[in-house]
């Protein structure tokens, strides 16, 4: 479903930095794959080259088998694609956010699909109301039925939890759930271990722009001797930094 | 494709019709200009009312083969009825002979030994004509000197046989046009670029600052959708502002409050026709392509509000100074003229009012203006492609630790040119060679050096200034000598489009050489621009980009700005053509002295030339030039070896 093989990209600030340093890794569908690490690791920078939104200097990528690289229309219309800082069009209305994203998104009854979305995630009492007057978890429902109007087989969640209380981060959390059930396969950044532990089927621990460590969480406790992943992703970090 | 940007377009539409303040803009600001118009106009009338200008008259005694068309005023009737006349030049001007034909566009009346041209400014076939009296008027001093005098052995000057003046007769109507024409298109431009820049920083810098630029950037829309529906929303606004405000200005004369007609003149302008309102309508369409165009770039550049609302303001301010370019008397709307954006517009306009324009002039500025919006939206592509577009570019001491010094080059250029525009011209105005030297001594040789000392450059690096090897200098040498057939070229190629006045060359030429010293004028207008504006542009310039830039890229670039420097469209493309040789000179030399010495040597030989007027076979020009510039660059390039200098 998703495929990455020795993607490499580099970014001249203050000096040339390698942000994605030969990552590879595979995502299945019905699975969640969580990207590790901490804040500059590379997650953000790996998932935008995915979405299409940057290219690779080198490697591959592939989504649903289409190349990132050169079929990115055909992998924009797999993927779902939500972040921490995605915002929403204030202007506009919870109900025509969503249709006019039906549309763009070229869903067959863009009407309907918007009406069933508007129930899942019960929106129907603010539908009407302009975004920018809704409460943060209100946004985030609308958010998450914006990225999923066109019922991609691929979900890229880029740190969606990042300033959300306990309780929206609940409802993204079973969307999450829900989206993995309902067979997508969902590719998902964060640096909150206890997320990573509730959801992932597989995580890739990344660092300075590398991957440590792939494996379920059984597989990194056995190879790190440690019982929590904060510990065992300390362990790796540590034992890289040296 | 298309289904995807129409949707896209109806949903930035909604999205601007949310802002109240867009709308605001978009209507309020341009329905306030009709007011402005009036009190502009009223001015306008009022002073030149008082100005006293000639009315306007047909002295109606002329012959159907001699038919006098100019308007001229009454004293000039009468010079007419002395029988003085000796000449009216027709719209087809022959180069010599008799001249008569119905479509007078200049006249020539003789008083004692005093000659008299009538013209028009605003007409370039009045103007032509005036050239080619003032030829055949030459023509006849020689021969007048050659007849009665020189061959008597009597030694004369020949301003004491003919003395040539020329008055300008442009009728009242044509006067009013003229500032009214250049005055329209600024009050227009200034709500319709008000307009494209707020809608084009809501809907593209907005996007990026309010995090929603990824939701479309990552849906089924590719990039081209996405950033043509939102150059139609701007263009859209830009030119609803436009109408708008000629509609405001059109509404404020109906109610009586402006008088046009008045303003334009009685004679031939009772009133301003639909017709012309029309296609001025259809003018601001092509304005709005070029406005959208730039706001977008700008737009997509910026990161934030912040950014965006710095570099709008004083972006969209340089962008509307072309739309004055008509108040300067003598520049017309040509095929060359046509191609410069803004301006190509402002003097449609003055043209429409005056009711000259042609359709195939029209097709050719609208053809031009949808290329200017195609090339920005093709700008703002590339740079929605890039990762700066997205997640912000380095800062400017982060491109500096680099090496990257563009944006340097850029404010460094841009210095130097409003320096020339404002000083440097003032100067040379007042005193052609003291002005030159304070233009190249402190504006280009000031900016250069101040340029390297506040980046903290090395010197010798930047500025190339090392030594060159014997082999490179000689063929330098070469090089200059072989200089002035680049230039040469690139005038006689432009020539169908862009040609060069006569009256202008012959200005320019006596306004430089004057009557002063061979020597002053080698020093003041070879030397010293050949070390000075080679340490700007050869030196300082070029070792600014010389990361950010391929060598190729390098050249042209350096070439262009080098052309665009010298602030005249005629001379863009031959100082251009000559930027070339010495750019691919330096760089492949790694010295900048190569290039002072072409520099020295290609200025020399045109004053020289010039100085003791010496004209070259006819026909025999354009090969020697050609061949020169042909083996100037074989030269430059391919003998010129050992470079690979700067920062």
């Known amino acids: 479903m998703i495929e990455v093989r020795d993607l490499v990209k580099r970014f001249a600030t203050d000096r040339v930095v390698t942000a994605v340093d030969h990552v590879s890794f595979t995502a299945e569908p019905s ?13 953000t920078t790996t998932l935008r080259i995915l979405s299409t939104l940057l290219s690779q200097d080198s490697g591959t990528a592939s989504v649903c088998g289409f190349d ?142 590398r991957v440590l460590a792939i494996g379920s969480l059984d597989a990194l406790r056995e190879r790190t001797g440690e019982r929590y992943l904060e510990s065992i992703f300390i362990r790796l970090v540590e034992r890289d930094d040296r | 494709m298309i289904h995807t940007i129409w949707t896209l ?39 030149m009312e008082a100005a006293n200008k000639p009315t306007i008259e047909d ?51 003789l008083e004692g030994r005093k000659a008299t041209i009538g013209f028009r400014v605003d007409s370039s076939r009045s103007r032509s004509a005036r050239d080619a009296v003032k030829e055949v008027l030459k023509r006849r001093k020689a021969a007048l ?5 020189v061959n008597a052995g009597i030694a004369v000057a020949p301003d004491e046989v003919v003395t ?125 392509f070029q406005m959208a165009g730039l706001a977008i770039v700008l737009a997509t550049y910026a990161p934030d509000y912040k950014t965006a609302s710095m570099i709008s303001g004083p972006a969209m301010m340089f962008a509307l100074t072309p739309s004055g370019i008509g108040a300067f008397p003598g520049i017309e709307l040509n095929a060359g003229m046509a191609l410069v954006p803004v301006a190509n517009v402002a003097l449609a306009f003055k043209d429409l009012l005056v009711g000259e324009l042609g359709v195939g002039m029209l097709i050719w500025v609208a053809a031009a203006s949808a290329a200017h919006g195609a090339v920005a939206i093709y700008g703002a592509w590339l740079l929605l492609g890039r990762e700066e577009a997205l997640i912000g570019s380095a800062s400017g001491s982060e491109r500096r630790t680099l090496g990257y010094y563009g944006r340097d080059a850029a404010i460094l250029f841009v210095t130097a040119v409003l320096c020339m525009w404002f000083f440097g011209q003032l100067a040379q105005s007042t005193d052609p060679v003291w002005g030159m030297v304070f233009t190249q001594v402190v504006l280009f040789g000031g900016l250069a050096i101040a340029g390297v000392a506040y980046l903290g450059l090395p010197w010798r690096r930047t500025l190339s200034l090392g030594a060159p090897s014997r082999r490179n200098l000689a063929l330098a040498v070469v090089g200059g000598v072989l200089a002035p057939g680049a230039g040469t070229t690139a005038m006689w190629l432009q020539s169908p489009l862009i040609p ?113 007027e010496w004209t070259p076979p006819e026909g025999i020009l354009p090969l020697v030039a050609c061949v020169g510039a042909f083996a100037a660059v074989a030269g430059m390039h391919h003998g010129i070896k050992g470079g690979g200098v700067g920062v």
Request: hydrophobic share 50%; charged share 15%; proline share 4%.
């Open chain 2, 164 to 288: 040539i003046a020329v008055e300008d007769h442009t009728t009242e109507a044509a006067r009013a046009a003229g500032p009214f024409g250049v005055a329209l298109p600024g009050l227009i431009l200034l709500g319709l670029a008000m307009a494209a820049t707020y809608t084009a920083v809501d809907l593209v810098t907005g996007e990026k600052e309010r995090g929603t630029i990824e939701t479309l950037l990552t849906s089924r829309a590719d990039r081209r959708s996405v950033l043509l529906a939102k150059f139609g929303i701007v263009c859209g606004s830009a030119i609803v502002s436009g109408w708008v405000a000629l509609a405001s200005i059109w509404a404020v004369q109906l109610a009586g409050y402006l008088n046009l007609p008045t303003l334009l003149g009685a004679d031939g302008h009772t009133e301003v026709p639909a017709s012309a309102l029309l296609l001025m309508g259809g003018a601001v369409v092509l304005l709005g």
């Open chain 1, 31 to 43: 699975q969640v794959f969580g990207l590790l690490g901490p804040n500059g690791a590379g997650k």
């Open chain 2, 9 to 47: 377009l109806a949903f930035e539409l909604k999205l601007q019709l949310r802002q109240p303040a867009a709308l605001w803009m978009l209507l309020l600001t341009p329905v306030l200009l009709g007011p402005g118009a009036l009190i502009g106009g009223e001015l306008m009338m009022s002073t």
């Open chain 1, 68 to 209: 990132v690289a050169k079929d990115s229309a055909k992998v924009r219309g797999s993927i779902g694609f939500l972040s921490g800082s995605t915002g929403n069009y204030g202007r506009l209305t919870a109900r025509e956010m969503i249709l006019y994203f039906a549309r763009i998104q070229g869903v067959d009854n863009p009407g309907a699909r918007t009406d069933a979305l508007i129930e899942r995630f019960e929106i129907g009492n603010f539908a009407n109301q302009r975004c920018d007057r809704l409460s943060t978890g209100m946004k985030q429902k609308v958010s998450i039925a914006r990225a999923i109007v066109h019922d991609p087989p691929v979900l890229i969640l880029d740190e969606p939890t990042t300033g959300l209380d306990v309780i929206v981060s609940q409802t993204f959390l079973r969307f999450i759930e829900e989206a993995r059930s309902d067979g997508r396969c969902v590719l998902f950044s964060t640096h909150i271990m206890s997320e990573a532990e509730r959801l992932c089927d597989q995580i890739a621990i990344i660092h300075s722009g």
């Open chain 2, 500 to 612: 060069v006045p006569t009256a202008l060359a012959e200005s320019m030429g006596a306004a430089l050489i004057g009557d002063h010293h061979l020597l002053t004028i080698l020093v003041s207008f070879a030397l010293l621009p050949a070390v000075f504006e080679e340490l700007l542009f050869r030196g300082t310039l070029l070792g600014l980009v010389r990361n950010s830039l391929s060598t190729t890229s390098q050249v042209l670039v350096i070439a262009l700005l080098f052309g665009m420097m010298h602030l005249s469209v005629i001379r863009l493309f031959p100082t251009g053509a000559f930027g070339l040789l010495a750019t691919i000179a330096v760089i492949r030399s790694g010295s900048l002295w190569t290039a002072v010495v072409m520099h020295a040597l290609n200025n020399g030989i045109l004053l020289t030339i010039g100085y003791f």
């Open chain 2, 145 to 149: 000197l050659d007849e009665r005098f």
């Open chain 2, 59 to 109: 002295d109606g005694s002329a012959d159907d083969s001699q038919r006098w068309r100019i308007h001229a005023p009454p004293h000039f009737a009468e010079w007419l009825e002395d029988g003085d006349r000796i000449a009216i030049v027709g719209g087809n001007v022959p180069a010599s002979g008799d001249i008569g034909d119905a479509d007078a566009q200049a006249s020539v009346t």
